[in-house]
């Protein structure tokens, strides 16, 4: 299987429309690949906060029609990072006056939509995504043709038990677009490789690059084997980072060295002494 990571610079000078352009070309140009992913946030930039509002979309907005074309074009299968996207509120009025969601999107070969994740754990603490972004509540994963998806987003990787619960509805490789800054990268890396190995799964973890609001990003996407073996990572620049893995080897892995077997908390409710 081959999958391609595009990690896009995202420059503050670049409007977002002429990006959407540039980013649906890229994703052209994979065809060939099994897989393309995209980083969180693409169109605006990660802490871009401000800009949250201005440019939020509707689920089939803009970026959606754009990405459901170049996955079409391409005939590959189209993780297409995350968009702040501007729910319908509750009471059915304008889209323009609902909830916020850090939702990602993800296309067939044909273009169809088939899954939508929003973000479960948002970061900012008191501040910036946190307070700005409603918080999913379900988790999403995608069967293909080779191996079954679970998608996360960015400030998840530090939540091992939503991993967790991707492997128990049958994931097999983790995918993880992302904003991550740069003061941060060895973290990046660090909890890309466990949870890969805690999981007994492939990783898929595409950042970008570039300054968003003036955060310098990480870049460093990376590809991570069930045994917690970097495959492939990429450098701090925007890069296309391509690499073919075996998705049986998360069988293999699993049989050889049975652990997720072991388990004994969190699959039951605990007993009362």
């Given at each position: 299987?081959?999958a391609?990571?595009?990690q896009?610079?995202?420059?503050?000078?670049?409007?977002?429309?002429?990006?959407?352009?540039?980013?649906?070309?890229?994703?052209?140009?994979?065809?060939?690949?099994?897989?393309?992913?995209l980083p969180?946030?693409?169109?605006?930039?990660?802490?871009a906060?401000?800009?949250?509002?201005?440019?939020?979309?509707?689920?089939?907005?803009?970026?959606?029609?754009?990405?459901?074309?170049?996955a079409?074009?391409?005939?590959?299968?189209?993780?297409?990072?995350?968009?702040?996207e501007?729910?319908?509120?509750?009471?059915?009025?304008?889209a323009?006056?609902?909830?916020?969601?850090n939702?990602?999107?993800?296309?067939?070969p044909?273009?169809?939509?088939?899954?939508?994740y929003r973000?479960?754990?948002?970061?900012?603490?008191?501040?910036?995504?946190?307070?700005?972004?409603?918080?999913?509540?379900?988790?999403?994963?995608?069967?293909?043709?080779?191996?079954?998806?679970?998608?996360?987003?960015?400030?998840?990787?530090?939540?091992?038990?939503?991993?967790?619960?991707?492997?128990?509805?049958?994931?097999?490789t983790?995918?993880?677009?992302?904003?991550?800054?740069?003061?941060?990268?060895?973290?990046?890396?660090?909890?890309?490789?466990?949870?890969?190995?805690?999981?007994?799964?492939?990783?898929?973890?595409?950042?970008?690059?570039?300054?968003?609001?003036?955060?310098?990003?990480?870049?460093?996407?990376?590809?991570?084997?069930?045994?917690?073996?970097?495959?492939a990572?990429?450098?701090?620049?925007?890069?296309?980072?391509?690499?073919?893995?075996?998705?049986?080897?998360?069988?293999?892995?699993?049989?050889?060295?049975?652990?997720?077997?072991d388990?004994?908390?969190?699959?039951?409710?605990p007993?009362?002494?």
């Open positions: 299987m081959r391609s990571l595009i896009i610079a995202v420059d503050e000078d670049e409007s977002v429309e002429s990006r959407r352009r540039r980013v649906a070309s890229l994703v052209r140009d994979q065809a060939g690949a099994d897989l393309v992913v969180e946030l693409w169109t605006t930039g990660a802490f906060y401000e800009d949250f509002g201005r440019e939020a979309e509707p689920l089939e907005g803009p970026t959606y029609e754009a990405m459901a074309k170049a079409s074009d391409a005939g590959v299968w189209l993780h297409a990072g995350s968009i702040p501007r729910a319908a509120s509750d009471s059915g009025s304008a323009s006056e609902g909830p916020l969601y939702t990602s999107l993800v296309f067939s044909s273009g169809d939509l088939v899954a939508a973000k479960i754990h948002l970061f900012g603490f008191d501040k910036g995504e946190a307070v700005l972004m409603g918080a999913g509540r379900e988790l999403v994963t995608v069967r293909l043709p080779e191996t079954t998806l679970g998608v996360a987003t960015c400030y998840d990787l530090r939540f091992p038990e939503l991993f967790r619960g991707l492997v128990d509805a049958g994931a097999e983790l995918v993880v677009p992302a904003g991550w800054p740069e003061r941060r990268r060895a973290h990046w890396t660090l909890l890309a490789q466990a949870r890969a190995v805690e999981n007994q799964a492939f990783v898929l973890a595409c950042g970008t690059a570039g300054t968003h609001a003036g955060v310098p990003q990480a870049g460093h996407s990376i590809v991570v084997d069930p045994w917690g073996e970097v495959l990572q990429a450098g701090a620049g925007e890069e296309i980072l391509t690499v073919d893995f075996d998705p049986a080897k998360v069988a293999t892995t699993r049989e050889q060295f049975p652990a997720l077997k388990r004994l908390l969190g699959l039951e409710p007993r009362r002494p």
